[in-house]
């Protein structure tokens, strides 16, 4: 287990160690905010994704590694394609959450996580959300199988909800994509 910095010098250490993992230089970000601009979930977030990057770069590890944004943050990948410098933020956020983890910090939050891997996997997989494989594939890896079933009869009525995966068109283009950010991870 990664035992949390108390000291600068530790700070630094662990600063290293997402570097490594993440293979990213951090310096790198001139803090444009391109990033920021392009994220979809920064309203909730406590530090946008440029201020998590300037945070790092300033050895404040210890803020990121327990910041609300990043448990929230999605990993749709969209501010790592965006990055002038060719950083992938996305993954810098996904390492500093890791780290995090080892470190013992934010447990509670690992439902949050399988659900985005589930969303992540679901739209790879059908070009858009298939509403209904999310819902159903989440609450029995969580053994609650009624988990949100509140949220149903309204989103029926919109119409929001689909029991048969959507047939679209672009879905191709949606793999391709996900494969060049896979081929930019690796
Ligand atoms: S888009 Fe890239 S260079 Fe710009 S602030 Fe974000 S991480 Fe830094
Ligand atoms: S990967 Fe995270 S930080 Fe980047 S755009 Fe998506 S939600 Fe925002």
Redesign the pocket.
């Known amino acids: 287990m990664i035992r949390f910095p108390e000291s600068i010098n530790a700070g630094a250490a662990l600063l290293a160690e997402i570097e490594k993992r993440s293979g990213q230089r951090l310096s790198a970000c001139y803090q444009c905010g391109r ?1 920021t601009s ?5 309203f909730a ?1 406590d530090y946008p ?1 440029h201020r998590l990057m300037r945070l790092l770069q300033v050895g404040m590890v210890r803020e990121v590694l327990a910041s609300r ?1 990043a448990q ?9 394609m965006r990055c002038p410098m060719k950083l992938d ?2 993954g810098v ?1 996904e390492t500093a959450k890791a780290v995090a983890d080892e470190a013992g910090l934010k447990d509670s939050e690992r439902d949050l996580r399988l659900f985005r891997r589930g969303f992540l996997n679901n739209v790879r997989r059908h070009g858009r959300l298939h509403e209904a494989g999310l819902f159903f594939w989440f609450n029995l890896r969580t053994n609650n199988l009624f988990n949100d079933a509140g949220l149903l009869p309204p989103m029926l009525r919109k119409k929001n909800f689909h029991f048969v995966p959507p047939r679209i068109r672009h879905r191709r283009q949606v793999r391709r994509l996900f494969q060049q950010i896979n081929g930019r991870q690796g």
């Not at 929230?72 to 790592?80: A, G, I, K, Y």
Request: net charge negative.
């Open positions: 990033c392009t994220c979809v979930a920064a977030f994704p944004a929230l943050c999605l990993d749709c990948m969209t501010c790592s933020v996305a956020i």
